[in-house]
């Protein structure tokens, strides 16, 4: 069955520090991956995704996601946040063939001063 | 600039009412897709549709339908509103597989 699973519901971090925020996913057969961003009080908005080729993608406000097959991940990293990054991060997946987007729980950022 | 519009941001409901939430894109996507968003369990799929007429139930479709008889409109409908459905709503649409999907600004029903 599909599945996206994200272990981390809040992440608190001070600004200028790395972050990695953790996805893995569950399918029987080749996938599409994405992580979307939720600002408050808006709607979600694509940061990135992979559909194949390089296994590392980068979205253009510095985040970047690695593609890791063998251990069915797509984790999302910044090496420096900015307390605008404050919002809420979802991993989604699509088996590729189909059209079904299945979303994780979500993870919260949070970046302080 | 491309768009998916839900027709309310707020809306109160009585339990027992039938609800609808209309979504239209103006994109000329195949894909539509109605989520709802509750705080820890993230975005569940509802119903989803790849084309006119066509749609198939998502995670949660229990106590909803949906309607597509015109390409650019998606309707959830609430055929008995229960305050379980008390929620966030989302509406997406997308071009083809492994294209971005792209979201309305989402549709908060309480209901009372």
């Known amino acids: 069955a599909q599945s996206v699973t994200q272990l981390d519901s809040q992440v608190p971090v001070f600004e200028e520090a790395p972050v990695e925020l953790r996805c893995n996913y569950s399918?029987?057969?080749?996938?599409?991956l994405f992580w979307y961003v939720q600002y408050p009080n808006q709607g979600l908005q694509l940061l990135l995704k992979y559909l194949s080729g390089s296994t590392l993608v980068e979205s253009i406000n510095g985040f970047e996601a690695e593609f890791n097959k063998s251990q069915t991940s797509f984790h999302l990293r910044k090496p420096s946040v900015h307390i605008s990054d404050t919002a809420e991060y979802f991993c989604a997946s699509m088996n590729t063939g189909f059209q079904k987007l299945v979303f994780g729980t979500g993870t919260r950022l949070l970046v302080s001063p | 600039d491309v768009k998916v519009t839900q027709s309310s941001r707020y809306l109160v409901k009585r339990t027992g009412e039938k609800v609808f939430l209309e979504c239209v894109q103006d994109?000329?996507?195949?894909?539509m897709f109605w989520y709802r968003q509750d705080p820890g369990l993230g975005l569940r799929l509802i119903y989803f549709?790849?084309?006119?007429?066509?749609?198939e139930k998502g995670d949660i479709p229990e106590g909803y339908s949906v309607s597509r008889e015109k390409k650019e409109r998606f309707s959830l409908i609430l055929e008995s509103a229960s305050t379980n459905q008390t929620s966030m709503y989302l509406c997406?649409?997308?071009?083809?597989?492994?294209?971005?999907?792209?979201f309305g600004q989402g549709t908060r029903l309480t209901v009372v």
């Open positions: 549709s790849y084309d006119v007429k066509m749609k």
């Open positions: 399918s029987s057969v080749s996938v599409y």
């Open positions: 997406a649409s997308s071009a083809q597989e492994g294209v971005e999907a792209f």
């Open positions: 994109m000329d996507h195949e894909n």
